[in-house]
């Protein structure tokens, strides 16, 4: 199993930036991705970006692409992601998971708790 800790949620305002960290620890695999996904009030939970554990290969949603950067920091076991360029619209809980990859829920075993992002405008 895998254990997820997201920290770095926060209300800021529209056009600035923040990073969500992915703190992973327990048993992972190089073929595991880690991926955020995000909740909107009223909505599903949808796909944000992913990368490789072993850190290649990152792929994100259209809906952010040119804004939000998922990385990953080997020494620190932790997972990040840069979001630039903030909307409103990017009002959420962020989580992250840990599984196989894809980007439909099922495919992730192992999910943290979430972090609330919120964007006025």
């Known amino acids: 199993q895998v254990q997820l800790v997201e920290s770095g949620g926060g209300l800021v305002q529209a056009g600035d930036s923040l990073r969500l960290s992915c703190a992973v620890s327990?048993?992972?695999?190089?073929?595991?991705?880690i991926a955020w996904f995000r909740q909107a009030p009223g909505k599903e939970r949808e796909f944000v970006a992913a990368i490789r554990w072993s850190g290649g290969n990152p792929y994100s949603a259209d809906s952010v692409k040119g804004r939000f950067t998922i990385s990953r920091d080997n020494a620190k076991n932790t997972v990040y992601l840069q979001m630039d360029s903030l909307k409103p619209e990017d009002t959420a809980v962020y989580y992250c998971a840990a599984g196989l990859g894809g980007t439909t829920q099922s495919a992730y075993a192992d999910w943290g708790q979430g972090t609330q992002v919120t964007i006025s405008s």
């Open positions: 327990g048993r992972t695999f190089s073929n595991y991705r």
